[in-house]
């Protein structure tokens, strides 16, 4: 059963929005850390943004005011909604979770790949000049 399912990926023009979802079956966990990272081909995965167990969030220096991380308990859904995106955003995004991670409140730990536990398959986001 996969437990971390991304959709809201496309392509859009530069200067446009998207919100990426990610439905997961982890929710009865409330230690959880979940994050949104991203890979270009031929490079390494990196993050993009994160929240805590305590419901605290970071970002990447690249993305800060432009994108917003948010959970929504209720629907066990990740949202990353994306705005003012450039063409160097484009990559497959993934969303990823960690459980018993409330030790953890730094991005050099929540953005980290080597962190997290659970990964989604991807899904591509394409940003077109």
């Known amino acids: 059963q996969e437990q971390l399912v991304e959709s809201g990926g496309g392509s859009v023009q530069a200067g446009g929005s998207l919100r990426l979802s990610c439905v997961n079956s982890l929710y009865t966990y409330s230690n959880i850390c979940m994050g949104w990272f991203r890979q270009v081909l031929g490079k390494e995965r990196e993050g993009v943004a994160a929240i805590g167990s305590d419901g605290s969030t970071s970002y990447a220096n690249s993305v800060q005011g432009r994108f917003t991380i948010s959970k929504d308990n209720a629907k066990n859904i990740l949202y990353l909604q994306m705005d003012s995106l450039k063409p160097e955003d484009t990559a497959i995004y993934y969303c990823?979770?960690?459980?018993?991670?409330?030790?953890?409140?730094?991005?050099?730990?929540?953005?980290?790949?080597?962190?997290?536990?659970?990964w989604g398959k991807g899904i591509l986001v394409n940003v077109s000049s």
């Open positions: 990823a979770a960690r459980l018993h991670c409330s030790y953890e409140k730094t991005w050099y730990g929540l953005g980290s790949d080597g962190f997290m536990q659970y």
